[in-house]
């Protein structure tokens, strides 16, 4: 598939985004959000999700909790398709700019350690290495990344 991340456009996520942000959830996670988790997060105060669109459809999405002057990112999606373009970098800058919009000095995040390929994004990003949480995921079981970006 040929694409350009120039065509790539970046709105908040809407009840129209619904559908195709929990099947892009069951095509990208072995434990899914659902649409009606993902509904919630609509009327969440604290929460900020953005959606990739291309050429009309949605290519993926991220979202975060801003509490007080912390931001911490609760998922990053692309289709599998539309990877290695550039769309995730656009969305987790899209994400900093809100975060920092609503007063959060950093921004963090919790990946699988074997997910090397979002690993190499988030540093790509500023994002470091602090910590390691052990077990945090299931199917299969596996420690989560810590990794964070002081935004100030």
Not at 71 to 94: E, I, K, W
């Amino acid at each position: 598939m040929s694409w350009s991340v120039e065509g790539v456009r970046i709105v908040s996520m809407q009840e129209c985004h619904l559908d195709a942000l929990a099947a892009l959830e069951r095509l990208c996670f072995s434990i899914p959000w659902s649409r009606e988790g993902l509904a919630a997060e609509l009327s969440e105060p604290t929460a900020c999700f953005e959606v990739a669109e291309y050429m009309g459809q949605t290519i993926g999405y991220a979202g975060m909790h801003v509490i007080v002057d912390e931001a911490y990112v609760t998922n990053v999606a692309v289709d599998p398709n539309y990877r290695r373009h550039g769309a995730g970098r656009l969305l987790l800058q899209s994400l900093e700019r809100l975060a920092t919009q609503r007063g959060a000095v950093t921004l963090s995040l919790e990946v699988r350690v074997t997910n090397q390929e979002a690993i190499r994004l988030y540093h790509a990003c500023g994002f470091q290495e602090i910590g390691i949480r052990k077990g945090l995921y299931e199917q299969p079981k596996e420690d989560g990344l810590i990794m964070t970006k002081v935004l100030i």
